[in-house]
């Protein structure tokens, strides 16, 4: 299915952006990472000015906190592509700068559990996402 769906697009994009800041800060080849989710995918690319969204993001987890930010849009992810989508892109996401501290290892497990995806779909998704 490559059908765009807006607000499940942007909840992607958010979760993206938190995944990011997972570990406190976000590097330019986490940013980098983002654009290029977005810019390379019919199920993403439309869905406006990244870093609007990430503006955006940044203040809503600074309000209500990571977990409650990522349980939020992980909730409105009700297409099993985007929930996917959503995982591979976190995955490249973190491991954009080649660093996988421990903060961002068990971001990624959390993004697994919110998503409903098995060990054996993560782990699939995460060999996708490392190709």
Known sequence: ?????PVQARRVV???VLSAWADGHVEGSE???IQRQV???PMLERVGVVSEIGRETRKWMLADGLD????TAAGELKDADYRELAFKCCA???GADRVFPLQEESVLGRVQQLLGLSDA???RLLVLATR
């Open 92 to 94: 490249r996401v973190m």
């Open 39 to 41: 810019a390379g995918n």
């Open 68 to 71: 409650a930010c990522l349980a």
């Open 14 to 16: 958010q979760m993206m």
């Open 1 to 5: 299915m490559e059908r765009f769906d």
């Open 31 to 33: 940013a980098l990472a």
């Open 121 to 123: 779909d993560a782990g």
